[in-house]
């Protein structure tokens, strides 16, 4: 249109390493024109920051490490569905545990399960070999007799089970595959490994470029959206994943006559689902990735809805080609609205916009909550070690609390980085002011 080609508005043409300048100074231009465009805006771009060094896992460390915590809580499920009380006088048993009455393809078949992700993150590793040479060849021999021992292990121990066991038992393994199916439908890259959407982080982050062009802008929030849905489905499908199969599947193959504590083995599963979440939030929402969310929710904007209609209230009309500063109030077709930000490029009335700065225009936000969410489970799990007395329980709690603790260190260790720098950024505002 040629009326809102001549009338867009003027911006600072700076960096986005730029320091703000004072509210008070910025010419919102509030006279409207026939409804068009305001004459004169300066809009401030948003000052970033540059996050320090902080220690991301691979993705074969960081499954290595996952199959390790998983495969100890199955061991202390097992623990707390067959321990026995070997003490005792008159004691049937000179053992910890009823080993007799642990079907074995059952454990080894969620043992397999379990050992899906790092088996095809490794076959998948690229270790930038030469091709055609002795080593590349060598490699991937032992990435195929890895694959193929693995799905022929994992049929196997399948084919014993259904031989043994009934329908609904059956029904009870598949249940996580039929989950999967209704999240992410026929796509099986996701149910085996995790590497290729970190490679997609990681590529969405050296995508993100501080931009005045609106179009621009909501194109990059509309990608990290995709992404951020996708990474939250993979979160709760990994974490039910583990938690099922350590937890729950255990229990569905006892015996009918076997006496165990419903309620503890309850609680041991949800406090695993629980840790289990924020392991895979922290490795999917990396801070790096964060700080491309929060640098993209700057840029994006956000605007209020002004409810008391006045006429004499000065206005322009929202351009879906320009970039309006902080306290512009613009008409649109869903009402009046006021901009919020420093710089608003989001569409007035959109309620995805909307929960886009609401989650990511605060950089700890996030952060925050898996610092809170890990010692929640970590104080409840200390106060229930403190009570018990049963053997069982205090293995279980001890154990598991050992590696939530090195989790909750990890976490904290990362927010304390975070909140440094962008303290340090605050601080250079004010100066600036």
Sequence with gaps: MP???????????????????NEDNINVGMTPIQGGAPLASIVVLPKHVLLPNIPVDG?????????????????????????????????????????????LDVLLFIVSML????????????????????KYWIVNLIKLVLFVSWISATGWFFYKVVLRYTLVHILYIGYPVIIYFVLFGTKLDGFLFLQKIKTQEKARRLQHSCSLSPEHIRDEVEQ????????????????LYCAYYCGIIPCCFTLNTLYFDVGWVFQHTVLLWVSMVVIYTQYYLSPYYCDTLHRAALHLGRWLKVEGRNAHVPYNVWSELQTWPQNALVKHIKGLFKAEALCN????????????????????????????????????????????TDWNHLISLALLLFCNYYILFRLVRDYLLMAKAYKNRLNLMKNAD
């Design 115 to 134: 050992t899906r992700s790092i088996i095809w993150s490794f076959v998948t590793q690229n270790f930038e070999l030469k091709k055609w040479t002795v």
């Design 345 to 388: 490029a989001a569409e007035p009335g959109n309620s995805s916009h909307s929960r886009f700065y609401f989650l990511f225009h605060e950089p700890l936000r996030i952060i925050s909550l898996l610092v809170v969410a890990q010692l929640s489970v970590a104080v409840v799990q200390l106060v229930l070690l403190v009570g018990s």
């Design 3 to 21: 009326v809102s080609r001549r009338n867009q508005l003027r911006v600072q043409q700076s960096k986005c390493s730029s320091t703000t300048g």
């Design 224 to 239: 990290l959206k995709t992404d951020f849905n996708g990474y939250m489905k993979q979160i709760l499908f990994n974490s």
């Design 59 to 103: 993705s074969i460390l960081f499954e290595l490490s996952v199959l390790f915590y998983c495969l100890m809580a199955l061991g202390l499920q097992y623990i707390n569905l067959y321990r026995t009380v070997w003490w005792l006088p008159y004691s049937h048993t000179k053992q910890a545990l009823n080993f007799y009455l642990i079907d």
